[in-house]
C-alpha cells in the first residue's frame, strides 16, 4: 500500500483536503468493495458508513446495478444531448415524473450537483426576466447552507469554510437569512413542540427584499455540511406559503437528501408541499455515475418555450448531459428501491440503529444530541451537556476521531464536531453492531487524551 500512497501524493490533489495533513495520513488506496465495506490494497477492511460523501445508496457493487450498467455498455455509451436523446433517459424521466413531487413535469439533466443548482439558479432568473419582472435577480439562502462549489452554487450558499477567500467572485447580492437551529433553539423550544418561531427571520428578510428576489434555495429538512442540522416539516410547508405570496420560486436542494435519505423518497415529501425546482444527483445513480438533474414545474418550462430567434431558449449545456449509462443506473437503482421494498427496509434499520446509539452514547458526557432522520444520525460533541459548548475549532476533535475510526476499520468523516452515520441504505444490524462498536473506541480513543474532559 505504500508504495500506491506514494505515487499518489506524487500526482493527485485531493479534494476538500489540506494536503499537508496526508504526511501524517497518507491516502488510502481501495483495490476492492462490497455493500458496505471497503477494502484496501493490503487487504484491510473498512465500513463505509458514510456512503463515500452520501452517494452510495445501495451498497457497493450492487449486483443489479452492475449489470444494468454493463448491459448499456455494450448497446450506447454516450451521444449528445442536444436535438439527439435516447430510451435510458426518457425512460429515467417518465420513471421519475410518477414519484417526484405534484407538479415537477421537466427534466434538465447535468452532471453533477453544483452543475444542477446552477442550472436551477440560471431558470430561475431567466424565468422572470421572461415573464416580465427583470427586477427579481436575488437569491435568499439559510445561513450555514451548502449548495456546491461552483461560483454561482457557492454565491448562495453560507459556509465560509468554502466560501471565503472567493467573495470577490461570487454574486454580491444574495440575501443570507438566519435559519433553524433546532438544537440550540433560540425560543427554547424542541423539533416535537414548535411552531417553528425561527421563520420570523425569513418573514422579515421577505418583506424587505421580497420584490427583488429572484427565488429561495434550501436542503429541506437537513443542512447537511451545517453538521446534519435538522429541522421539522413545518418550516418548509410556510416557506411554501411565503413563496407564493410573494412571487417568488421555492428551489429543494435534494443532491443530498433525495431517494430515501430522509425516510420517504425525498425530504419535500414530508411536508406534502412542492417546490418549483429540485435539484437531484448523488443516490440518483446509487453513487455508480456523475449525472444530476434539475426538475421544474411546467409554468417555468413554458417560459422558455418560443420560436429559437427571441432567444428564450436555455442556453445551459454539459457534455455528458443524459449520458446513457448514468441514466441505466438509476433506472436499476429505482427498480431496486420498488422491488425489494428498500425504503421500508431501511426504515426498519434506522429504528435500530438511532435506539442502538441512543443506549450506548446518549448519556455520554460528550454528546449533546443524537438526532435521526430516515438512516441518518448525527452526533453532537459538546465540552458541556447543560450549555451545549462545542469543542474549539483548533482541537479538531471530530478529524481526530475521524483518524481513529479509520485504524479501527470504519469511514466515519466528521463535520466539525458532529460525527454521523449516513451508511446505504441495505446495510444490517450485524454492521451496524460493529460501526457503533468501533465509533465508540474511536471516541473513547480521542477523548480520553483530554484529562478536563471527564468519560
Known amino acids: 500500500m505504500k508504495d500506491w500512497a506514494k505515487k499518489d501524493l506524487e500526482l493527485i490533489w485531493h479534494p476538500c483536503s489540506q494536503m499537508k495533513d496526508y504526511e501524517t495520513l497518507p491516502p488510502i488506496v481501495i ?22 460523501w452520501w452517494c452510495n445508496l445501495l451498497g457497493h457493487c ?4 452492475n449489470e444494468a ?38 427534466f434538465h439533466f447535468s452532471d453533477n450537483g453544483s452543475g444542477a443548482v446552477e442550472c436551477a439558479l440560471k431558470m430561475a432568473f431567466q424565468y422572470h426576466y421572461q415573464t416580465g419582472h427583470p427586477e427579481r435577480q436575488k437569491f435568499l439562502c439559510l445561513s450555514e447552507s451548502y449548495h ?34 433546532c438544537y440550540r433553539c433560540a425560543y427554547g423550544k424542541t423539533r416535537e413542540t414548535c411552531s417553528c418561531e425561527c421563520f420570523e427571520h425569513m418573514e422579515k428578510d421577505f418583506a424587505e427584499h421580497g420584490s427583488t428576489l429572484a427565488a ?15 429541522y421539522p416539516p413545518e418550516y418548509l410547508r410556510k416557506l411554501r406559503e411565503l413563496c407564493d405570496r410573494y412571487g417568488v420560486l421555492l428551489i429543494a436542494d435534494e443532491i443530498a437528501t433525495g431517494f430515501g435519505r430522509t425516510g420517504k423518497l ?9 417546490p418549483d425546482i429540485m435539484t437531484v444527483s448523488k443516490a440518483l445513480t446509487g453513487g455508480y455515475m456523475p449525472m444530476s438533474i434539475t426538475v421544474v414545474a411546467e409554468k417555468i418550462y413554458q417560459a422558455f418555450y418560443d420560436d429559437y430567434h427571441t432567444m428564450k431558449a436555455f442556453m445551459h449545456s454539459h457534455t455528458y448531459s ?47 444530541e443524537i438526532r435521526r432522520m430516515g438512516l441518518i444520525n448525527a452526533i453532537e460533541l459538546v465540552t458541556n451537556k447543560e450549555t451545549k459548548e462545542g469543542f474549539d475549532g483548533s482541537l ?3 478529524y481526530q476521531i475521524y483518524k481513529k475510526a479509520l485504524d479501527r476499520g470504519l469511514l466515519l468523516r466528521p463535520l466539525g464536531n458532529v460525527i454521523y452515520f449516513n451508511p446505504p441504505l441495505t446495510i444490517d444490524k450485524e454492521t451496524i453492531d460493529i460501526a457503533i462498536e468501533r465509533t465508540v473506541q474511536a471516541m473513547a480513543d480521542v477523548l480520553s487524551l483530554y484529562s478536563k474532559i471527564k468519560i
Do not use: W
Request: with cysteine.
Open 31 to 52: 483495490d476492492h468493495a462490497n455493500g458496505c465495506y471497503l477494502y484496501d490494497v493490503d487487504g484491510k477492511e473498512y465500513i463505509d458508513i458514510i456512503s463515500s
Open 266 to 274: 425525498f425530504a419535500f415529501d414530508h411536508a406534502g408541499v412542492s
Open 69 to 106: 450498467i454493463k448491459h448499456q455498455l455494450d448497446t450506447l455509451e454516450h451521444v449528445i444531448f442536444a436535438n439527439f436523446s435516447h430510451r435510458p433517459a426518457i425512460t429515467l424521466a417518465e420513471r421519475l415524473k410518477e414519484v417526484v413531487p405534484e407538479g415537477l413535469t421537466r
Open 148 to 181: 456546491g462549489e461552483t461560483i454561482g452554487a457557492l454565491s448562495v450558499g453560507s459556509m465560509d469554510l468554502f466560501a471565503e477567500i472567493y467573495k470577490p467572485m461570487l454574486m454580491d447580492q444574495t440575501v443570507h437569512t438566519q435559519g433553524p437551529d
Open 62 to 65: 450492487h449486483p443489479k446495478v
Open 216 to 230: 429561495v434555495i434550501v436542503e429541506p429538512l437537513i443542512q447537511g455540511c451545517a453538521g446534519m442540522k435538522m
Open 322 to 368: 443524459g449520458n446513457p449509462l448514468g441514466c441505466a443506473a438509476a433506472l436499476a437503482v429505482l427498480d431496486t428501491l420498488r422491488d425489494e421494498h428498500i425504503l421500508e427496509k431501511a426504515e426498519e434499520m434506522g429504528n435500530y440503529l438511532h435506539d442502538a446509539l441512543v443506549e450506548v452514547l446518549g448519556n455520554h458526557p460528550n454528546v449533546g
Open 396 to 398: 479538531r476533535m471530530g
